[in-house]
């Protein structure tokens, strides 16, 4: 099909970059081609040094519309969001584009000024700010646009609805109909996207040397703590795509509040850097720091391009009860944003990244995938939760990980024998063709910011479905699920799969939670982790029903945690 624009034009905070980020994902789904010119990502690279005169907006709106229009002519399709106030240079561009569709984001100010975190629209309205569009700089709505949507008491999900029907009436966009069934198959990708369309690994091919060595030594030095230490692993194997570093206090404060990253794409959890207030005072914006890990190497670099103090308490869309922002509001004093570059990723062999798990995937002929990635021994509970997933997806993916430093019981297995106890299950029980088991790094535990990350991080690495327990989230499996509700059906790309915890019923005789098996607690035989090692430090066996007896072998034979 022949390439096109979307124009999202409106004031700021109506909803343009929410709205262009979701017809983004539902296109793709297509297989229509998108690239996304956020207006704030033009600003800062492509018209770096424009200021918000007349003539200085107007060559914004043209430089953003000349590279609309060579995105169309490839035949993609491009989706703009930026202000652009006057009709008159908005009609310009819609003269040199031949399939240009203009979308209104319409909503009035008091619902603006409601929900503008930083308080700028209620600031403006007592003459604080000058100019700002809308208040005291003109606005100048379209006169005849092809989609209006009002923001203001519309949810997101209607109003993408109306854009995405206009497309299909204007034939820009296959209209979602059975006879075209086949043709969307055959243009699905053989493995689901990654999250946001893109997989950025930020590893570098070596470690730094020459030059480049002798330049960071005389660079400023961050040093990592365990969290940000993982943060970087991940960063390098491409688990937290398309982030390409830590956050900025734009993605902070909209990531805290509504889950969206500033350009509107779902993204649930705060990835920050926290330094000291000394260590602060010596970094400048756009100038590169090392980054050091706790061992003294040094692992990555930043670009620096924010410094900045978190907030001490922020309304969360989760409720008072949110743990994982709680604590990114207390990670440190002061928070450093940038893109990171990593030379020397803290990983194992075992610790495969997304493009390997892509490709055994693809070598075993696997096109739907679960992913859990378990915290705990693999339990006959973690076994039945599993076979439950791979009947549905006929193809699972189990990453043995550890808690992070300070998160996890005091009694826990080594990740070694995790992933051995797994390797033991996996041939004995599994059908192994249809399985693929990867060691990872240390994860936060944490409520159901977590869990929506982890299912990201299982979306990166692949998977269709991410398998979340409720024993892993604070809040349980009700707390993980009310955090996947933030988002419209299917716009995170991956189908979350939540799960109470299992255990055997003595009532059914049979591996059931408590929303398949009648009876109370009395009826359940299950025991935690940290129980079921006492027990073998004593000598005893776990009984068959809790415990595989080849993997009470190895965990008998090995020890329990790491020297």
Sequence with gaps: MSGFVVWFTGLSGAGKSTLGALLAAELRTRGVHVEVLDGDEVRTHLSKGLGFSREDRDTNVRRIGFVAKLVARSGACAITGAISPFRAIRDEQRAQIERFVEVYCSASIDALADRDPKGLYRKALAGEIKGFTGIDDPYEPPASPEVTVYTDRESKEESLARIVARLEELGYVPALKRSVGRVRAHLRPPLGRPHGGELRIRATPSAPRGQLAEYLRSKPVIDLDAEAEIDVALFATGALSPLRGFFGEKDFLRVAREMRLENGLAWPMPITL???????????????????????????????????????????????????????????????????????????????????????FMARGLTTVAGIRARSLPRRAEEHLAKVALEITGGLWVQAIEALEGDGEPEAASLSMRLRSHEVL??????????????????????????????????????????????????????????????????????PLCFEDAFHSTRTNSMATSRSAPGDASTWITLTEAEILAMIARGEAPPPEVLRPEVFEVLAAGPRSQP
Excluded: K, W
């Design 426 to 495: 996996v041939e004995r029980y599994f059908p192994a063709e249809r399985v693929v088991l990867s060691a990872g790094l240390p994860a936060r535990r944490g409520g159901g910011r977590q869990a929506v990350l982890d299912a990201i991080v299982c979306q990166n690495h692949g998977c269709s479905h991410a398998i979340l327990v409720g024993s892993t989230y604070a809040g349980g499996v009700s707390g993980a699920e009310r955090a996947f509700r933030v988002y419209a059906p299917g716009e995170l790309g991956v189908v």
């Design 274 to 360: 926290p330094v000291s207030e000394e260590v602060a005072g010596g970094l400048r914006i756009g100038a590169i720091a090392t980054l050091r890990a706790r061992d003294g190497r040094t692992v990555a670099m930043i670009e620096v391009n924010d410094v900045y103090r978190p907030p001490t308490s922020l309304a969360s869309p989760l409720g008072e009860e949110d743990p994982d922002l709680a604590r990114a509001l207390t990670r440190g004093p002061v928070l450093v944003g940038g893109e990171v570059s990593v030379f020397e990723p803290n990983t194992g062999p075992s610790v495969h990244g997304v493009g390997t798990t892509r490709r055994m």
